[in-house]
Structures are given as structure tokens and as C-alpha cells.
């Protein structure tokens, strides 16, 4: 009889960053993060037993360099040496382009195999066995609010996504398609030629206890100075790695100018970008429908998304 495991996750996307490993054989963070998993963006993915891997995501088979070491690593983890799997993940948002699907598509993946291998998907499970394939994965197992903390092996649930109903992101989406430099590559280069990576992650262990505190309290105004200075230092690394990483385009300097200027009128919009040209803006939800309105006259022909804190991730079985 054949048995389909599903999964279910959403992009857990970062106001306090990871760039950069303290093992990459282990794929542990260099530096903390703090994120929240988006309601309304999903991975979702079904997987089988089969007699070879096979991987699609939104339909095209994947080359398997980037899946089989994960999938290696699964298979000693869960007891399922020798076997294979088919893998359908379709995401209902742009893959690869800084939308984080990386986090949300390696969620699902760990947790429909973790299924598939008859064991209980338990969150600290998963997100353990997710960080093998992106750490960033980690994070979207759980729903809300979440902390990833450097040098360790799984994410932890900070806040649950009931915690600050008037919590939005609005997406900028300046460019679909996927991104030039992984984020993987990207942070690697980093680590080995940026001069500001130590700064990077020494700097980062306060920005991070600050902004867990600033969150706790739900407080805007401590936490969008925290959340901007996280990713723009993030970014000092990457302009300053050899060859530089640029993965801006002329729209998002022009949001974050926009946004600048907004905030001056009384905004709570606080950018953040990842390792590609989208900006996505935290602000409070009564704010948000006006924040597009703006940002869409001053950066015009961009598409906008709007997301609030989501859950984490679901298995099941077929039903049929
Ligand atoms: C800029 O989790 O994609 O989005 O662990 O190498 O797969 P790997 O990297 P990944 O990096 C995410 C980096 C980021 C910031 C963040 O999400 O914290």
C-alpha cells in the first residue's frame, strides 16, 4: 500500500540574524537568531518510500547535491539506512529569492520523513534534524516567535503566535527568481575574508538579548532600532567579503529610504532584508494597509505581501 507523509511549514523569517557557522559540518549558527514563522506562506511536502531519491519543488526535479547529505544524514538518524525517498514540496510564495523557503521547505522536508520513519515529528526532533539541511529550518517547526541561539543544535519556541496579535510583516517583493550567491556560500565567504565578521558576531550576542527583551515587552520602539541594526550589520559583512556580496537592487535602497521617511511621520516600519532584494517591513497591523499604500506610490510596480506571526509546523498522514 503506499503511504504518503505530508508536511506543512512556514518561512520563518529573521529580526535578529544567523549569518555565519560555528561548525559547518554541524551546521550550528556563529550567531543567535530571532525570528517568526509567517502565516499564510507554506511549504508543503508529501513523501514516499521509493526505489531511488527523486525531488521536485513546485514541480522540477532538484539536482540532489544539495538534498542527498541531508537525506544521508536522515537516514542514519531516523533508522533508515538503504532507503529512498520521493519527495513533491510545492510553496505557495517565490522559492529561493530571500523569501526564507529554505527554512520552511527543509522544516517540511524533516518533518514528513521523520513521519514517514514511524517516529513521532516531536518539535525538538525536527528542528534538530531540519538544521542539517538549512538552520534556518529550525526555526518554523515551532509557530510565533522563535530563537535560534549560536552554537547550538535546535531552536527553541520563544513566543506562540497568539502572543502579539498586532504583529505584521508586509514582503516587498523587488525581484522574483532565485538568488545569485546562497545563502550558505554567501556567510562562508564571510567567515573567511569579511574584516567585520568577528565584530558581526561578537556584536550580536546584545543585540539579541536586548531585542528577546524589546519583544517580551512588545515594544516597537526599542525593538525597530534592534532589528535594523541586526540586518544592516549583517549586510557590512557581506559588502566587505571578497568578491562582495551585493544582493540589493536600486528598489530596495529606495524602500529603505521610503521607510526612513515614513518612520519620520510616525511609521513603526521597521525593515529587514535577507540574502537577496526583498524588504520586509515589521509594523503594527493597523499600520499596514497604509504602509503599502505608501511604499507603492513611492517605489511603484512591486508586489506586496502581508503576513502575521503563523504556527509551526503539521504532519499527517494520507487520509486515504
Ligand atoms: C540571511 O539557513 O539559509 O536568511 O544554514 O547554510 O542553509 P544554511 O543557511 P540559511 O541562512 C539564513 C540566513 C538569513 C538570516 C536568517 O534567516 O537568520
Not at 62 to 71: A, G, K, S
Not at 82 to 87: I, N, T
Not at 162 to 190: D, H, Q, T, Y
Amino acid at each position: 500500500m503506499r503511504r504518503l507523509a505530508y508536511a506543512e511549514a512556514g518561512p520563518s523569517l529573521a529580526l535578529i540574524k544567523y549569518w555565519g557557522k560555528a561548525s559547518a559540518h554541524n551546521n550550528t549558527p556563529a550567531t543567535g537568531s530571532l525570528a517568526v514563522t509567517l502565516s499564510g506562506l507554506t511549504s508543503r511536502t508529501q513523501a514516499e518510500l521509493a526505489d531511488a531519491d527523486c525531488i521536485t519543488v513546485n514541480g522540477q526535479v532538484q539536482h540532489l547535491e544539495r538534498f542527498t547529505p541531508f537525506l544521508d544524514s536522515l537516514r542514519t538518524e531516523l533508522g533508515l539506512k538503504g532507503a529512498c525517498f520521493a519527495v513533491d514540496s510545492t510553496n505557495n510564495f517565490p522559492t529561493s529569492a530571500g523569501l526564507a523557503s529554505s527554512s520552511s521547505g527543509f522544516a517540511a522536508l524533516a518533518g514528513a520523513l521523520t513521519l514517514l520513519a514511524g517516529r513521532e515529528p516531536e518539535p525538538r526532533l525536527v528542528s534538530r534534524l531540519a538544521r542539517l539541511g538549512s538552520g534556518s529550518a529550525t526555526r518554523p517547526v515551532y509557530g510565533g516567535f522563535t530563537v535560534f541561539d549560536a552554537g547550538t543544535e535546535e531552536a527553541v519556541a520563544e513566543h506562540d503566535e497568539n502572543f502579539w496579535p498586532e504583529f505584521r510583516v508586509v514582503l516587498a517583493v523587488v525581484r522574483e527568481g532565485a538568488k545569485a550567491v546562497s545563502s550558505r556560500v554567501g556567510m562562508e565567504r564571510s567567515r573567511l575574508t569579511s574584516p567585520y565578521y568577528a565584530p558581526w558576531v561578537s556584536s550580536s550576542v546584545a543585540v539579541l538579548a536586548d531585542a528577546r527583551r524589546a519583544l517580551a515587552q512588545r515594544d516597537w520602539k526599542v525593538l525597530g532600532p534592534l532589528i535594523r541594526q541586526s540586518y544592516l550589520r549583517m549586510f557590512s559583512t557581506m559588502f566587505s567579503s571578497d568578491p562582495p556580496l551585493i544582493y540589493w537592487q536600486p528598489e530596495s535602497l529606495a524602500l529603505i529610504q521610503a521607510l526612513e521617511s515614513l518612520r519620520a511621520k510616525g511609521y513603526q516600519a521597521w525593515e529587514t532584508m535577507d540574502a537577496g532584494p526583498q524588504v520586509k517591513v515589521f509594523c503594527p497591523a493597523d499600520q499596514a494597509e497604509a504602509l503599502v499604500t505608501e511604499l507603492d506610490k513611492r517605489v511603484p510596480g512591486l508586489r506586496f505581501l502581508t503576513a502575521a506571526p503563523g504556527p509551526g509546523l503539521r504532519t499527517w498522514w494520507d487520509p486515504s
